[in-house]
């Protein structure tokens, strides 16, 4: 194993073909391409597969990294997806939706030289060489344990949960709101930076396994999760954070503006970008502004440019404050999305007929850092300024929606209206009820949730085995 | 999928469906509604229960239907499935020992009255029900109101059926035959329960309305169903569709409901049945 170490040090990560700006503006595929297989094996030569690697302590999931790089660079891509899937249910996703740049590549000891392997891009390769193949492998699945769970939401969180136990032997049953599964990857994230055939592709891959689903079947309404409790042994709340946040401020129910999750729900879940063809409408905008700076507002800004608007993302801090991943904000620049920053909105201006027609805003500048670290803005005195828009999408944040823990008394709730579970198991401060994901942290990423589900699904066996 | 057990035109552009949904139907309450799709490319629609049978798993809806989404569902002939039918959503309307009740409907709302006035029935309220509606031909379940309902008033715009006007009247009949009214519920389109609100206000009896703004995930996922009662934004799926009448924001409600007027295919929402209403 010294050998690779001889190896000349190559630092020359392969960088993957995306649609050029010109085009991807205006279209609705996938901005990056992803590696052909040359490519990929070249990326994969320059791990130095050191001993104890540090990006396997900090995948969230611990996916054995150094081991489907290897069977990469070995072209032995079956081993390679094998090992993959043995730790991340959902490859193809946190592939390309993960924040790499945070998590494993941060540690990489080539990172410093600038030279960091890209594990993102390598885990999507093999997952996407996967789906290319003809036939996708089922494990085999040991006899019925006779045990019965419910999974409450269908996103990463309840997915990742239902994968493992499933596979363990138990019965799974999935019961999810909306009309397709795969949560906030289905309704939210879109179809350009995660084209929906993946996560059907993944959904179905449980329907096959045995996992029963049921779709359009709202816990807290349709049943409460006492009644499931009677018929099931255990149940896992992965039911995310999808209340939108709006700012109170004057003016926010006029027509045209949008919660984000209003927004990309129409266009995401509903394809409001192929009406009429699909029923659901989307206003053509001319003049969009998105509100906020984190991924979620990336995401809506991209989608209202292709539109065909012009759109501008007003943040009030500046450029290196903001929360969204900097790929995507490169993107988004690329792209030719025009930033405002240290900019608030203090009132929408509504025409005679009640349509958004105008924001005020204030200007902002940077003061000394608050609880999150980063530089508070404080308003500048007589600035108000007001921009011409037609479209106004909020997009600043979202909490755990109240439905289930309205409905289920004995649940602890904590501050931010989040489910209390514990860290390691996932278990409630009720009986044979688990949670995870955004609905126990708060909005949050899809590694995080699937890592929580993937705990709580090792407490969840547990428990099943000790039942006689 | 959902089955649809019968569909049928029940008098012009009023559609009744009964659909197979036995989990709606083993826990939904007077007041509620459900969210359905009627194809796979479909746009997802609110409507409100407006019946249903417990041992047969089914619930009942009457819908206007006038094109768009609403005009397909009426072409789903019995015994086809459609994808989506989820619910019940909203909270149910309060039921309780008011006294005397005063139950409005018009439109569709002649249907999701019928299950509120019954459950006041038989929590022991004086039921009055009275139902709005162009002309008498456009009435339906007259039978069913009567049985739930100590009295039943109609009020026809062309005077065929009951008294002649609009339902900006019922408070002079009530009077004029000395009801004392405690609460007044009114189901139906925006326009019939703005007037009916602005009707009782001078009275002060508390009127309570089923908002109906446009939806999507009707779980409080959205935000698009947000309404202004008492100068707070509430979202009408999760915290109604139930609100105080003289509470709600009428005009912003009326304005948000013309969202996709030119889109045309929320036609349920934004139905000539309130055009018609709007002029005197
Ligand atoms: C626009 C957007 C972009 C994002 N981009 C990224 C990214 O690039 N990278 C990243 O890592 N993360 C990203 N995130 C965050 C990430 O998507 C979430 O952290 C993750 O999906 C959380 O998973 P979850 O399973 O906990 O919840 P969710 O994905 O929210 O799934 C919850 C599911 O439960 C269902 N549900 C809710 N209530 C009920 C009920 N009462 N009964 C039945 N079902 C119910 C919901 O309909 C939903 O399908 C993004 C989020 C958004 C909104
Ligand atoms: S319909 Fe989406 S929040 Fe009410």
Redesign the pocket.
């Known amino acids: 194993m010294a050998e690779p170490q001889k190896k000349k040090l190559d630092l020359n990560r392969r960088e993957m073909p995306k649609q050029p700006p010109e085009v991807r503006k205006h279209n609705f595929g996938e901005v990056a391409l992803g590696y052909s297989i040359e490519n990929a094996v070249r990326e994969a030569e320059r791990c130095l597969q050191c001993k104890k690697p540090l990006c396997v302590s900090k995948c969230p999931v611990e996916i054995d990294i150094p081991g489907f790089i290897k069977s990469v660079a070995q072209r032995d891509f079956t081993t390679g997806i094998k090992v993959l899937k043995e730790k991340n249910l959902l490859p193809a996703v946190c592939g390309r939706v993960c924040p790499q740049e945070e998590q494993c590549e941060e540690v990489c000891v080539l990172v410093k030289k600038g030279g960091q392997i890209a594990i993102g891009r390598l885990e999507r390769f093999l997952a996407d060489w996967e789906a290319s193949q003809e036939t996708v492998g089922i494990p085999e699945i040991p006899p019925s344990t006779g045990r019965k769970v419910a999974v409450v939401g269908g996103g990463p969180a309840g997915l990742t949960v239902a994968g493992d136990l499933i596979k363990l032997g138990h019965q799974v049953t999935i019961f999810e709101a909306l009309h397709k599964l795969g949560g906030v990857l289905t309704y939210g994230i879109p179809e350009f930076r995660l084209p929906k055939a993946i996560v059907n592709r993944e959904v179905d891959y449980l329907r096959r396994l045995g996992t029963e689903i049921v779709p359009d079947f709202v816990i807290g309404k349709t049943r409460t999760i006492e009644s499931l409790l009677k018929e099931y042994n255990a149940i896992f709340i992965g039911a995310g954070a999808g209340l939108p946040w709006f700012m109170n401020i004057p003016g926010e129910n006029l027509n045209g503006v949008y919660s984000a999750n209003e927004y990309l729900t129409r266009m995401n879940l509903m394809k409001g970008f192929l009406f009429p063809e699909y029923r659901t409408p989307i206003k053509e905008h001319k003049q969009v502004a998105v509100v906020g700076g984190g991924n979620v507002a990336m995401d809506c800004a991209r989608t209202a440019l292709r539109l065909g608007a012009e759109t501008r993302i007003i943040y009030r801090r500046s450029r290196e404050e903001l929360p969204a991943r900097l790929e995507e904000v490169e993107n988004a620049e690329e792209e030719g999305i025009i930033f405002e920053f240290l900019t608030l909105p203090i009132r929408y201006i509504g025409d005679e007929n009640g349509w958004v027609k105008e924001i005020e805003y204030l200007k902002m500048k940077l003061g000394e850092p608050d609880a999150s670290g980063r530089r508070s803005p404080i308003p500048i005195e007589g600035s108000q300024t007001k921009l011409s828009v037609d479209a106004v999408v909020c997009a600043i944040g979202n909490s755990p929606n109240p439905l289930i823990p309205a409905t289920t008394p004995g649940l602890t709730m904590g501050k931010k209206g989040n489910i209390v579970a514990d860290e390691q198991t996932g278990k409630t401060s009720m009986d044979r009820i688990w949670a995870g994901g955004d609905v126990v942290t708060g909005a949050a990423t899809v590694i995080l949730a699937m890592g929580a589900g993937r705990k709580a699904a090792r407490s969840i066996h547990e428990y099943l085995c000790s039942l006689s | 999928m959902f089955r649809v057990i019968e569909n049928r035109m029940i008098v012009p552009n009023i559609h009744l469906l009964e659909i197979e949904a036995p989990a709606v139907a083993s826990e939904v309450r007077p007041g509620q509604f459900v969210i359905l799709r009627v194809n796979e490319d479909g746009e997802r629609i609110p409507v409100s229960i407006a019946d249903w049978d417990r041992e047969k798993g089914t619930i009942m809806t009457t819908i206007l239907t006038i094109g768009g989404t609403t005009g397909d569902l009426a072409k789903v002939p019995a015994g086809a499935d459609i994808p989506t039918v989820v619910g019940p959503l909203g909270n149910a309307t309060a039921i309780d020992m008011f006294g005397t009740v005063l139950c409005i409907g018009g439109c569709y709302g002649i249907g999701s009255i019928y299950p509120i006035a019954r459950a006041l029935k038989e929590k022991g309220n004086r039921v009055i029900t009275a139902i709005e509606a162009r002309s008498s031909y456009l009435f339906y379940w007259e039978d069913k109101l009567e049985k739930v309902s100590d009295r039943i008033i109609h009020i026809t715009r062309d005077g065929t059926k009951g008294f002649r006007g609009h339902v900006g009247r019922i408070l002079e009949i009530m009077k004029a035959s000395s009801e004392t009214i405690d609460r007044i519920i009114i189901n139906g389109c925006t326009f019939l329960m703005k007037r009916g609100t602005d009707a009782s206000r001078p009275f002060g009896i508390k009127t309570i309305v089923s908002l109906n703004p446009i ?11 947000r309404v202004t009662v008492g100068s707070n934004t509430k ?4 915290d109604g569709p139930d609100f105080d009448g003289h509470q709600v924001d009428w005009q912003e409600l009326l304005q948000r409901r013309k969202t996709y007027v030119r889109e045309e295919a929320v036609a349920f929402r934004t139905s000539r049945c309130e055009e018609h209403r709007t002029k005197p």
């Open positions: 939806m999507i995930d009707g779980t409080g996922m959205c935000g698009v169903c979202f009408a799926c999760v």
